[in-house]
């Protein structure tokens, strides 16, 4: 059986009580966040100050991409906040 991640990219962070209920409705298995520092690639997304509410809010994992310049700087910080899985990039 497939594991589905929904993106929370495009995410209404003003409705996201409400986005986060749909997704688990739906039965998704996690949710993955793509995080941008504007220097590792041109835009920027999901801090990790805009994704710490969220842990508490759900009990779904969390798949975080690291698209950042110099990722050993902020893995340890997700690992803090309780996130499942990471993806970086080493280039």
């Avoid at 495009?10 to 009580?17: C, G, M, Q, V, W």
């Avoid at 520092?37 to 690291?66: N, Y």
Wanted: hydrophobic share 45%; proline share 7%.
């Amino acid at each position: 059986m497939p594991t589905i991640y929904a993106s929370l990219r495009s995410a209404n962070f003003e409705e996201i009580d409400d986005e986060l209920a749909k997704l688990q409705a739906a039965g998704i298995d996690g949710l993955h966040l793509d995080v941008m520092d504007g220097a590792f690639c041109e835009e920027i997304s999901l801090p990790i100050a805009q994704v710490q509410p969220l842990r508490p809010k759900t009990d779904l994992p969390f798949d975080v991409h690291l698209m950042v310049e110099r990722p050993e700087e902020v893995i340890g910080d997700w690992i803090s906040l309780g996130v499942q899985r990471i993806a970086f990039h080493l280039e």
